[in-house]
């Protein structure tokens, strides 16, 4: 996968993150019960978009894991955990988030594989 991937990804999260920004708007689309992001719930997902941008993983996986304890009904936290495990080399993690995000949301993309992240075991490399 080639970095405009990844950065393709890390846009399309950023653009979810903004979905509870416009007074819940862009979040009413996803569905009837879907509503804005709660504050506590956004702060954990802008301290994770942070953390991704710069490359820490770890923290950046923390912080979605934290917004989906917050707000399991927010797509944008399944997300974020979906990217950040991902790029951790962490498969099945992604695998589970990305099936929760798009039991949220069934028109959610399947997860684009962060270049960094290490082959999952008896992959063809």
């Given amino acids: 996968m080639s970095g405009r991937s990844a950065a393709a ?67 944008v936290a399944w997300y ?3 990217m950040a495990a991902d790029a951790l080399g962490d498969r099945a993690a992604a695998d589970s988030a990305g099936a929760r995000l798009r039991a949220l949301v069934p028109s959610a993309p399947p997860a684009v594989h962060h270049p960094a992240a290490p082959a999952p075991p008896g992959a063809a490399t």
């Fill in 9 to 75: 990804g890390a846009l399309l999260l950023l653009a979810l993150a903004a979905c509870g920004r416009d007074g819940g708007a862009g979040a009413r689309r996803a569905g009837p019960r879907a509503a804005a992001i709660p504050p506590e719930v956004q702060a954990q997902v802008d301290s994770g978009n942070a953390a991704y941008r710069g490359r820490d993983f770890r923290a950046s996986l923390r912080h979605f894991r934290e917004a989906a304890r917050l707000g399991p009904g927010q797509a």
């Fill in 80 to 82: 974020g955990v979906q």
